[in-house]
């Protein structure tokens, strides 16, 4: 069972540039999220959605965006990358609203 | 609004110590309640759950009883191991529509043999 797979798992990138962090779920989850690990703060949501052609900002939407196309996938775009930016991105999903969440590995993002 | 509070680590115990880490919440609502496990390297895994007061969710030895009049989940377990060691993260959902969790900062463990 693949679960949550997100691509890649380790990335640099320069100041400026743009690029895309893939997720995709094979559960048939109607909920996803997008989350941000950075030291002493926790995970952040970014942004979520809750069904194919829904999505919504979460908690730091700031230099992202999504799109939900498919209820298989949700990807997140950094439209002009900042160092600010430099973190470890989870993207997970969900059943239901009082459902557990599945966590993808990670994405290691450095932006120099 | 709607939060967690968790103990801060670094926690270090020796291998078969209790193990309590400490995890408070607010919220306007009755949210189901999440410990979540990371290991090294590795994204988060639900280590235990419960979604109303009282219950207690359990696994591999740990376990949590969400209470209500205390608004806390506080995660125990008896005799810790060194393949234990990673960080724990309590989180709620807010049982909002959208189904999305508000996690504590993390608290870092471990175990020495």
């Known amino acids: 069972n693949a679960g949550v797979t997100q691509t890649p798992k380790f990335q640099v990138l320069k100041t400026g540039q743009s690029m895309t962090l893939q997720c995709a779920q094979d559960?048939?989850?109607?909920?996803m999220s997008w989350y941000r690990q950075d030291p002493g703060m926790g995970l952040r949501l970014i942004h979520y959605?809750?069904?194919?052609?829904?999505?919504d900002q979460g908690e730091v939407p700031n230099g992202y965006n999504v799109s939900r196309s498919t209820t298989e996938d949700f990807p997140l775009r950094l439209l002009s990358a900042a160092p600010s930016q430099t973190s470890v991105y989870f993207c997970a999903s969900s059943l239901g609203h009082r459902s557990e969440a599945f966590f993808g590995q990670g994405t290691r993002l450095t932006v120099v | 609004g709607n939060s967690v509070t968790q103990m801060e680590g670094p926690v270090t115990l020796s291998e078969e110590a209790f193990l309590t880490i400490n995890c408070t919440y607010t919220?306007?609502?009755?949210?189901?309640l999440f410990w979540y496990v990371q290991y090294p390297g590795e994204g988060l895994q639900l280590l235990l759950k419960?979604?109303?007061?009282?219950d207690k969710g359990s696994n591999k030895g740990f376990e949590a009883t969400y209470r209500k009049e205390t608004t806390s989940f506080h995660l125990e377990k008896g005799s810790v191991q060194v393949s234990d060691s990673a960080v724990y993260f309590c989180?709620?959902?807010?049982?909002?529509?959208?189904?999305?969790?508000?996690f504590g900062k993390g608290t870092k463990l471990s175990v020495k043999p």
């Open positions: 559960m048939n989850h109607e909920y």
């Open positions: 919220a306007t609502g009755y949210p189901s």
């Open positions: 419960a979604t109303k007061a009282d």
């Open positions: 959605s809750v069904g194919a052609g829904i999505t």
């Open positions: 989180a709620q959902n807010y049982g909002g529509s959208q189904g999305n969790l508000i």
